[in-house]
């Protein structure tokens, strides 16, 4: 089964950027459906962002449009998410999410990853 780890996360100041990455291992990386996702304190966890398995497909939370960008390198088994203008609202722990039965479609949905992985966070502080 797949295992991802995320990576990049920090703290910046406000319309400062960041690059994530989650690096997957344990399985066939351009199986998966990936997508990553954002929880605040208090707050319940939302969808970020997804790409296709091939990459030729994403999607984007209306907060994040034209600030993020999603990528993947099936070759280095790596998920990106480049983070531009970040607001203190951008703060929160980020997850990569994989899933290799569901597609975009569903990474808003709760069941997504099911027939994947989840990492462990990665801490994203945006600070005026």
């Known amino acids: 089964e797949v295992q991802l780890l995320e990576s990049g996360g920090g703290s910046v100041l406000v319309g400062g950027s960041l690059r994530l990455s989650c690096t997957a291992s344990?399985?066939?990386?351009?199986?998966?459906?990936m997508g990553w996702y954002r929880q605040a304190p208090g707050k319940e966890r939302e969808g970020v962002s997804c790409i296709s398995r091939s990459g030729g497909s994403t999607l984007y939370a209306d907060s994040v449009k034209g600030r993020f960008t999603i990528s993947r390198d099936n070759a280095k088994n790596t998920l990106y998410l480049q983070m531009n203008s970040l607001k203190p609202e951008d703060t929160a722990m980020y997850y990569c999410?994989?899933?290799?039965?569901?597609?975009?479609?569903?990474?808003?949905?709760?069941?997504?990853?099911?027939?994947?992985?989840w990492g462990q966070g990665t801490q994203v502080t945006v600070s005026s």
């Open positions: 999410a994989a899933d290799r039965f569901y597609d975009c479609t569903d990474y808003s949905r709760g069941y997504f990853g099911a027939y994947g992985a």
């Open positions: 344990g399985s066939p990386f351009g199986a998966y459906t």
